[in-house]
């Protein structure tokens, strides 16, 4: 739960049926709807249930407030030590979501900044609806990271080559407008537009047959048995490359600049 009065006893994510929709929100504007622990067992809990659910037949995801759609891993949580993969099952990863292949489709609507780990929400999601204001990007090299929740493989396999590691590179942003244009996202609409967008958007998806939108996204991801065999030495390589770069002294500066609104000093060690 968070530190602020008056938001301890409410859930992280919070779950709505919309007819054959399930919308899960990420409840933690407070801090920028940043993933912790509770965020990562009650989504991934949330996408589960839709998925072993055969009156669920679309997901969306977006986040609480205006400015935020999730700003990745939250640093205060890990900084206590505590544990920000789901609690029901690690191997869902990071949000409960990053290596739990479901076949209902998911929508993120992105009501905001979606940022290192927010930017890999978007990028296990299977469509993307954004806000105009809305701001897509992967800054962990800046902070002396590594974007390990996928975002390493998984940008450079949903834009062109030299865009994706133009972003990964200088860990700059793009706008909701830039993502469009380069197919990030599929629409691009006001705020207030936004969540009415995304579903309705998923309410044409859940007017199809769920058994055949159900196999024809298991096809184009290759998803067989729960897992996506094609991501496997993906996620091996980007394990392999987080354990040898969280563990730097660059990994503990970067974080430590940042809290003192300074230059990092780099040592490549």
Known sequence: MTDSAGFENRPAVRTERRDHVLLAILDRPEARNAVNGEVSTLLG????????????????VTGAGEQSFCAGAD?????????????????????????????????????????????EIALA?????????????????????????????????????????????????????????LH?????????????????????????????????KRVALGISDGARPSEADRWKVSDTEMITVMTSEDAAEGPRAFAEKRAPVWKAR
């Open 45 to 60: 809990r949330a996408l589960h249930e839709a998925d072993t659910d055969p009156e669920i037949r679309a997901v969306v």
């Open 184 to 216: 990030l996202v599929n629409r691009v609409v006001p705020a207030d537009r936004l969540l009415n967008e995304a579903l309705e958007l998923a309410a044409v998806i859940a007017a199809n047959a769920p058994l055949a939108v159900q196999g024809t």
């Open 125 to 181: 999601c299977d469509l993307v609806v954004a806000a105009e204001h809305a701001v897509f990007g992967l800054p962990e090299v800046k902070r002396g990271l590594i974007a390990a929740a996928g975002g390493a493989f998984r940008l450079p396999a949903q834009l062109p080559h030299r865009v994706a590691m133009e972003m990964l590179l200088t860990g700059e942003p793009i706008s909701a407008d830039r993502a469009l244009e």
């Open 75 to 119: 640093l205060k949580a890990i900084s206590r030590g505590e544990d920000i993969f789901p609690a029901d099952n690690r191997e869902w990863g990071f949000a409960g979501m990053m290596q739990q292949y479901v076949s209902v489709p998911v929508i993120a609507a992105v009501n905001g900044t979606a940022l290192g780990g927010g930017c």
